[in-house]
C-alpha cells in the first residue's frame, strides 16, 4: 500500500510526539523494529525482483512449446500430390490395364 506525501508527513509528525511524550514506548518500538525489520523474503535489494523460480517455470514452458512446434512441424506436413497411391502393378512391373466396360478384347 502506498501513501501520499501527507500521510507520510502526519505519520512522522505523530512519531514525534510520541518519542517527547512516551520516551520509554520510544524505546520499545526502537528495540522491535531492530528485531524485526530484516524479514526472509524481504530484503531491499530483492525488491521489484523476479521469483528464480518463476523465470525457471517461464523457460521450461518456452522449451516446451517450441519442442511442440518442431514435432507439429515434422510429423504434421500434408503429403505431396507426387506421394498418393499408385495403381498396383503386376510382377513384372507393368501397371496392370484394365478394359473398359462395354469393350470387348
Known sequence: MTSSRGDRRIL???????????PELDSLIDTFNRQFTHRPGKDPKNVGKVPDWLVVAALGL??????????????????????????PKSPTGVALQHPAPGSSR
Open 62 to 87: 518456452a522449451i516446451i512449446a517450441v519442442f511442440g512446434i518442431l514435432i507439429a512441424g515434422i510429423f504434421g506436413t500434408p503429403s505431396r500430390p507426387d506421394d498418393s497411391p499408385q495403381p
Open 12 to 22: 512522522a509528525e505523530i512519531e514525534r510526539h510520541l518519542d517527547q511524550d512516551d
